[in-house]
């Protein structure tokens, strides 16, 4: 096995029946490479992990709870879709956690009089109210 230079300036090795055309010296696979390459990867593959960790987190984050969203999905008749009203009901996105839950603890206790509400908060327990409200607070108004 030996080394040639072709005009380029690359440099050949014979490997078994496959010949490498890539300057260098990193052994990686059956090819030669070195210094400058081995460098240019290590930068590329560090920059690569940084990117896809940086996303991984951002779609974790940015994924809703799926339980807390089917929660929330009989609110959407009335207070639309995400919370986001078009009539007369009350804008549930971005509203305050704390008052959302304040809210419907009085309607399932019958302190907050309504037409419908009390119903509807009778169904739900004090967990899933705080679930309902850390969906709505997420969400944009």
Request: hydrophobic share 40%; net charge positive.
């Amino acid at each position: 096995m030996k080394y040639m230079d072709n005009m380029g300036g690359l440099q050949h090795r014979r490997v078994g029946i496959a010949e490498c055309s890539i300057s260098g010296r990193l052994f990686v696979g059956n090819c030669l490479m070195g210094g400058v390459m081995n460098k240019i990867q290590f930068q590329t593959l560090a920059v690569a992990c940084a990117i896809g960790w940086s996303l991984s987190a951002t779609i974790a984050n940015a994924a809703p709870d799926t339980h807390s969203r089917n929660l929330t999905a009989s609110c959407a008749a009335c207070h639309g879709t995400n919370g986001r009203s078009v009539r007369g009901t009350p804008i549930l996105a971005g509203m305050d956690r704390r008052h959302f839950v304040t809210q419907m603890k009085d309607f399932k206790s019958g302190a907050r009089p309504a037409t419908v509400m009390h119903q509807h908060a009778k169904g739900y327990s004090d967990e899933e109210f705080e679930k309902m409200a850390e969906f709505f607070a997420d969400q944009k108004r």
